[in-house]
């Protein structure tokens, strides 16, 4: 009998499903060292699911960007700089420094201002009249580019820039885009503005890294101007616009640290496009010891190619640097084992530990899952804050009143894991005692949870978010 006959498809099958079950599991097994528990349960699904599983990990586990990125990006990485921090930092923060030096390949970088914009309110109108006024430089990467209200408000001023014969691109993510129709990249190129989808989802050719999103969020304006923080576009972060607004902080920013971002973005733009780009030269800033000078600053970039891993060996650094107070403002807090254990020794150490987390996300199943960590993280003495509605999608990490990360990335697996992410690192005692200050107000409107109010929940409330976090790795 011919074993591999069309008449005996049955077998075949089998074999074919058990040498590809095979392959899968050895491309897991070296391809997936650093996380055991997903390794383990890709190889659980490969065998339990023949074939069915094969086709799920090819889909959603393997990491083709990175692959990808390595092509495409052979020359991307700038070289290491002498450290320039000494003395203009405490001192044990310096091996928080360097970390993010070695980690990122960028150094410090001074002679900054930066500005805390609140809400839709606040950001988009400087947005908008940044702009306005740009003469020869306008890249927007953003993951949601609503086209509702404040959406067609920056469209048009997109449109009279192209006017002026700006050179502008914009990047929106594949899948963030679709949280809107018609489309915004429909839109951008009626009016003939440049602008490219990161990874957008196709079925032919088929999409094999759908999980995978650009959840980076900045604005560049001419080299001298940046904005960058987690804030989309839309009225969705106009407090008064939406029935389901979401509150949210972005950031303006001046100074040396439009290089970095630039090429941030540029790496992006050529990842999706190809077309290299180059950052219009802002003029040099003199130096002078004043408050700007002080303020150090350096980006961190992170996702699922070469740069993987990046912020979150700069969230364990910064927990494990904290002598007295740590901070953290999240709207999903999912945090990977390594993260659990370093706030809960960093709080049993003596160091104060603040979580200040929304009472209910826009994602019901990532509530649940954060809530199965709460009584574990209150027995070390982590002080959770729950602010009320409306959901709070701001975030930031600040360290001993001198230190804060900022950026685009949530405490979680997906954020940390698969998605592509923006964070800026700030040494500034001025400016970070502004940030703890907004964030007591915050705490003062939030309630405190105790550990006697987890213990009332109820079985089923226990059992359903003991089951959500099986799915953490995932959200």
Request: glycine content about 6%; some cysteine; aromatic content about 8%.
């Amino acid at each position: 009998m011919n074993l591999f006959s069309w008449t005996d498809q049955p077998l075949w099958l089998l074999l074919v499903s058990l040498l590809l079950a095979v392959y899968a599991v050895a491309h897991i097994l070296l391809s997936k060292r650093d996380h055991p528990a997903a390794s383990l349960g890709w190889i659980m699904m490969v065998i339990l699911l023949p074939l069915m599983g094969v086709m799920i990990y090819g889909w959603l586990g393997v990491n083709r960007v990175e692959r990808r990125a390595k092509i495409l990006r052979p020359t991307w990485k700038p070289p290491r700089e002498a450290p320039r921090f000494k003395g203009k930092i405490s001192s044990h923060l310096y091996a928080l420094a360097e970390l993010g030096r070695h980690s990122g390949h960028r150094s410090l970088t001074d002679n900054h201002s930066i500005e805390l914009l609140h809400n839709g309110e606040q950001a988009y109108p400087a947005m908008l009249a940044a702009i306005a006024s740009a003469q020869q430089q306008i890249w927007l990467s953003t993951y949601i580019f609503d086209t509702d209200r404040a959406g067609h408000q920056f469209i048009a001023a997109l449109a009279k820039a192209q006017s002026r014969n700006v050179q502008i691109r914009v990047l929106v993510d594949g899948v963030g885009e679709l949280y809107s129709w018609p489309r915004v990249s429909r839109l951008l190129r009626q009016h003939a503005i440049p602008c490219a989808r990161f990874l957008p989802l196709r079925i032919y050719p088929f999409t094999v890294y759908s999980n995978l999103r650009n959840h980076r969020k900045m604005l560049l304006i001419d080299g001298e101007l940046a904005f960058f923080g987690g804030m989309n576009i839309g009225d969705r972060h106009v407090l008064a616009a939406h029935k389901h607004s979401a509150r949210d902080v972005h950031f303006a920013l001046r100074g040396q640290l439009l290089e970095q971002l630039g090429q941030v973005f540029a790496r992006d733009w050529h990842f999706v496009t190809d077309e290299t780009l180059e950052l219009v030269k802002s003029a040099p800033q003199p130096q002078s010891e004043n408050a700007a000078s002080k303020l150090l600053a350096r980006v961190i970039a992170d996702g699922p190619d070469k740069d993987l891993d990046r912020l979150r060996m700069i969230i364990l650094g910064a927990i494990r640097t904290a002598e007295q107070q740590l901070l953290i403002m999240t709207p999903y807090f999912i945090p990977a084992d390594e993260i659990i254990s370093a706030l809960k020794t960093a709080a049993l150490s003596g160091v104060r530990v603040d979580l200040l987390l929304p009472e209910r996300s826009n994602i019901f199943i990532a509530d649940w899952a954060s809530r199965a960590l709460w009584s574990s993280l209150l027995e070390a003495g982590i002080h959770i804050h729950l602010q009320p509605p409306p959901f709070t999608h701001g975030k930031w990490l600040l360290v001993d009143s001198e230190y804060a990360l900022l950026g685009s990335a949530n405490i979680d697996e997906r954020s940390l894991r698969l998605n592509y992410e923006l964070g800026v690192e700030l040494y500034n005692a001025d400016f970070v005692s502004h940030l703890q200050a907004q964030s007591q107000a915050m705490m003062q409107a939030s309630r405190e949870l105790d550990q006697q109010a987890v213990e009332q929940w109820s079985l089923p409330t226990r059992l359903r978010n003991a089951s959500a976090w099986l799915a953490a790795p995932y959200l």
